[in-house]
């Protein structure tokens, strides 16, 4: 089986197996022993450890799992997964928003509109993302976009990948609350069919701002949240150290989600995480938009936002019998 690259203590025992393969590999190589059986057998082992092991992650696991370095993000996707891509900036009024992209592009020939957060995968890039914290510019620019898909009746397609919306001051001087606001508001009753993806983290408003979709999605190994284990944990029990607790209890995991009625589904990621295998997570994610955009096209326009906006006024009320 493939190489499964380990970078977290919870895939320790993984780990250990990847080592002893590696020595035996080295001791047939010196003896020129056949040791193919010794071989076969602990591949087979890593394999149902694998399986166990991913299929059984915590909470707090997955959030790590989300945070993974090499994992795939906005622009990732859509060099995967688009024919083309054009970019557009600017929100016209402040500035162009580096932590969030969007613009237009084609899907085997099928034209949409893009938009996503981009964290960046280097210190130099995330700065200048970032951390994919957006300002308010960001949420407008995202809705400037969605407007222009609306007015060439172009279906719109989200990536969340964020830790929030920037806090600093100078975003709420410029009206942080009310730009995220606005776009739930436009999101809501946009006349074109929306697709909303958690590829990575969903934190609080900061996600929401760009998550307000006929479908809503999240990745195997993502979580969504109206606030990090982190920051739970140091507001509950005025510490960092209960994080993996706060995990459990926010029921963040694409489980949990769709289970609460959250979310419209889960997408399955390649064993280990999207990063081990980046093209086959982007192929998946293909497939789901197309299947998905197939099927919005056929609804009528009325109907598909009624049938939106029933969807998210549903979720959290207690019918009493």
């Known amino acids: 089986m493939e190489q499964i690259k380990t970078s977290f203590d919870f895939e320790k025992p993984l780990a250990d197996l990847m080592q002893q393969i590696e020595k035996v590999k080295q001791v047939a190589d010196k003896t020129k022993v056949d040791m193919s059986a010794t071989l076969a057998e602990l591949d087979e082992k890593v394999a149902t450890t694998s399986?166990?092991?991913?299929?059984?992650?915590?909470?707090?696991?997955?959030?790590?799992?989300?945070?993974?370095?090499?994992?795939?993000?906005?622009?990732?996707?859509?060099?995967?997964?688009?024919?083309?891509?054009?970019?557009?900036?600017?929100?016209?009024?402040?500035?162009?928003d580096k932590a969030i992209i969007g613009g237009f592009a084609t899907i085997d020939g099928q034209t949409v509109m893009i938009i996503g957060h981009q964290k960046g995968k280097n210190t130099k890039e995330r700065q200048y993302r970032n951390f994919g914290m957006a300002n308010p510019e960001g949420y407008r620019k995202a809705l400037r976009l969605m407007r222009l898909a609306e007015k060439f009746n172009k279906?719109?397609?989200?990536?969340?990948?964020?830790?929030?919306?920037?806090?600093?001051?100078?975003?709420?001087?410029?009206?942080?609350?009310?730009?995220?606001?606005?776009?739930?508001?436009?999101?809501s009753v946009l006349r074109v069919p929306i697709l909303c993806f958690v590829v990575g983290e969903g934190a609080s408003g900061g996600a929401l701002g760009i998550g307000i979709g006929d479908h809503v999605y999240m990745l195997e190994h993502t979580w969504y949240s109206v606030i990090s284990p982190e920051?739970?944990?140091?507001?509950?029990?005025?510490?960092?150290?209960?994080?993996?607790?706060?995990?459990?209890?926010?029921?963040?995991?694409?489980?949990?989600?769709?289970?609460?009625?959250?979310?419209?589904?889960?997408?399955r990621e390649p064993l280990g995480g999207a990063h081990q295998n980046p093209e086959l997570m982007g192929e998946t994610l293909k497939k789901q938009i197309l299947k998905d955009l197939k099927e919005l096209k056929k609804v009528n326009t009325d109907k598909l936002i009624a049938t939106r906006i029933d969807k998210f006024c549903s979720m959290g009320v207690v019918n009493e019998a």
């Open 155 to 187: 279906p719109v397609i989200s990536f969340i990948d964020t830790m929030g919306a920037y806090p600093g001051l100078e975003a709420e001087e410029r009206g942080q609350g009310e730009a995220i606001a606005r776009n739930l508001l436009e999101m």
């Open 51 to 96: 399986k166990s092991l991913y299929n059984n992650l915590t909470g707090w696991q997955k959030v790590q799992m989300s945070r993974h370095a090499e994992r795939p993000q906005t622009l990732d996707y859509i060099s995967m997964i688009c024919d083309d891509f054009i970019e557009l900036h600017g929100d016209r009024t402040v500035k162009d």
């Open 231 to 267: 920051s739970c944990s140091s507001i509950l029990w005025r510490s960092w150290d209960f994080k993996e607790k706060a995990a459990e209890c926010l029921k963040l995991t694409s489980e949990d989600m769709f289970k609460n009625k959250l979310i419209d589904g889960i997408v």
